[in-house]
């Protein structure tokens, strides 16, 4: 029996790479984990979760990542871990607007394991939380978004700069980067120069299509949800990646676990292979 899932059932590992990092988890996270977790790096990761037939966000505004986990357990988990190895977490300003209240912290989205993330942060050498990142031409960011009163860099145009001066808390700052669209390859030059040299994304479709067309995201995180949802034109869900052609990018799997009908599946993009 697995104390930190309420069913008590760890993941189960199917498949792993051999050679891959590890990171000193604590015994108590590499149980329910269903084995060791580490990165290389710098590395830029994703995580998400889809239905069956590939469905990642519902309509515009919508938490869609609980909707389509059901809420699992597993998959809060599997999040919270991944935060907890990050020193940035990077968010396009739609995910943002979808998810008031969110804090994009590991023991937000997973409180029985807290106290083993903030372990885990401890032992490498990471700040209490991850540095939120959001990603807003426009500048469409609410003040009161209590994500924003923890350490914040919000990277925009100066259009989006000026829209947000002096309406953010202390702990949020803003960077003008660009008079049109962000070129997401300074977004990650800039952090790695803050010394922030894994970065986990959470999206969205729209921000992650981009980092995939640039070539920086190294690898994905896919939580396969046993559902299906469809899509109708113009009803406003979306697949993994949105809005850019990346023509057959090709993946290779890392690892794959599972939990009850859940898989929880690990890839690098090829051109992150050599250096896994
Ligand atoms: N299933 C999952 O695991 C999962 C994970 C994450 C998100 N989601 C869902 O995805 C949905 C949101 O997806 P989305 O594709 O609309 O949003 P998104 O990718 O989170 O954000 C898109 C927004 O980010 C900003 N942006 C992106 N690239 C930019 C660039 N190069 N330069 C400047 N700004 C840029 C723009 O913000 P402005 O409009 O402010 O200019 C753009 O509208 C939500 O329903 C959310 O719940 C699901």
Not at 15 to 43: I, K, M, N, T
Not at 87 to 94: M, S, T
Not at 103 to 129: C, D, I, K, M, N
Not at 264 to 269: D, E, G, H, N
Request: net charge negative.
């Amino acid at each position: 029996m697995n104390p930190l899932l309420p069913d008590g059932q760890a993941l189960e590992l199917l498949f792993e790479s051999p050679d891959l990092p590890r990171f000193p988890l604590p015994d108590a996270l590499a149980a329910c984990y269903g084995g060791a977790l580490g990165f290389s790096q710098p590395r830029l990761y994703a995580n998400f979760v889809a239905s069956v037939d590939g469905v990642v966000a519902l309509r515009e505004g919508t938490n869609s990542g609980s909707v389509i986990s059901g809420h699992s357990a597993a998959d809060r988990f599997v999040m919270a871990l991944l935060r907890a190895c990050a020193g940035a977490v990077l968010v396009g300003a739609g995910t943002f607007r979808a998810t008031p209240g969110h804090l994009w912290h590991a023991g937000q989205v997973y409180p029985a394991g807290a106290a083993l993330f903030a372990e885990l942060r401890g032992r490498l050498g990471l700040a209490p939380e991850p540095l939120l990142v959001l990603i807003s031409a426009s500048g469409n960011l609410d003040p009161s978004h209590p994500a924003l009163r923890h350490p914040t860099l919000v990277a925009t145009t100066s259009e989006g700069a000026a829209r947000l001066r002096g309406i953010l808390p202390e702990q949020t700052q803003v960077a003008a980067l660009a008079d049109g669209p962000i070129s997401m390859a300074a977004v990650l030059s800039a952090l790695h120069e803050r010394g922030h040299r894994l970065v986990l994304t959470e999206g969205g479709p729209t921000l992650v299509g981009q980092l995939i067309a640039e070539g920086l995201l190294d690898e994905l995180f896919l939580t396969t949800a046993p559902s299906l949802f469809g899509r109708t034109a113009n009803d406003g869900r979306k697949t993994l990646v949105e809005d850019v052609d990346v023509s057959g990018s090709a993946l290779a799997l890392l690892s794959a676990r599972r939990h009850g009908s859940f898989l929880f599946l690990r890839y690098a993009l090829s051109h992150a292979l050599r250096a896994t």
